[in-house]
């Protein structure tokens, strides 16, 4: 049980150049999200998904697309890399909680670290 | 603009101290919050969650919520050299889908010997 695994973790891209951040989790988790954490900041969320075949925006989705064929894998495509985009990007899935508080815990990933230059 | 404010760091405290970490929220209607801890260049780490008013104690963390005055806090008793690391304090509105969290900038504590 590896719980969520995200790879590269470290890639250097030139501005312009696209590529894919892997995500995937072994733990049944319906929920994936994507957050990005820059230098002192906390973590901002990307993109979300609520289960295979459904996807929405999070506080800052431009520049990012996200897709879910699989309940396991949740890659984030950088289209056109910019220098604002470097940053650490976190995976993470959620385990619901029982009872009426369900608000469930987030089990991130070990994260991304991405510089463009 | 959701907001989740912490009070600003470093703090320092020698071990066996109580450290305080603070954190306030702009939005009326957030109703789950939570503290994790992040080590350098590590990922966060869920440590506390609370839902309601009150206190809630967990081993030598307290989180203590305060809706009325939308703010939260982590009592750390007893601080360990381990227990140094940036903590962040994170919300959760009515409505929102599970997950869908608001993040301060996160406190970072250091204990020392």
């Known amino acids: 049980n590896a719980g969520v695994t995200q790879t590269p973790k470290f890639r250097i891209l030139k501005i312009g150049q696209s590529m894919t951040l892997q995500c995937t989790q072994d733990m049944n988790h319906n929920y994936m999200y994507w957050y990005r954490q820059d230098p002192g900041m906390g973590l901002k969320l990307i993109y979300y998904s609520v289960g295979a075949g459904i996807t929405d925006k999070g506080e800052v989705p431009n520049g990012y697309n996200v897709s879910r064929s699989t309940t396991e894998d949740f890659p984030l495509r950088l289209e056109l890399a910019a220098p604002s985009q470097t940053s650490v990007y976190f995976c993470?899935?959620?385990?619901?909680?029982?009872?009426?508080?369900?608000?469930?815990?987030?089990?991130f990933g070990e994260g991304s670290r991405l510089t463009v230059l | 603009q959701k907001e989740v404010e912490q009070n600003s760091g470093p703090l320092s405290v020698p071990e066996g101290a109580i450290a305080s970490l603070n954190c306030t929220y702009s939005?009326?209607?957030?109703?789950?919050f939570f503290w994790y801890r992040q080590y350098s260049g590590k990922s966060p780490e869920l440590i506390m969650s609370i839902y309601s008013n009150g206190d809630k104690e967990d081993g030598r963390f307290t989180a203590q919520l305060n809706k009325a005055s939308q703010y939260v806090s982590l009592l750390i008793r007893d601080s360990q050299p381990s227990d140094s690391a940036t903590y962040l304090c994170a919300v959760n509105n009515r409505g929102s889908t599970l997950g869908r969290l608001y993040f301060g900038r996160g406190t970072q504590l250091t204990v020392w010997p």
């Open positions: 993470a899935s959620i385990r619901l909680a029982g009872g009426p508080t369900n608000t469930g815990e987030l089990f």
């Open positions: 939005d009326r209607v957030s109703q789950s």
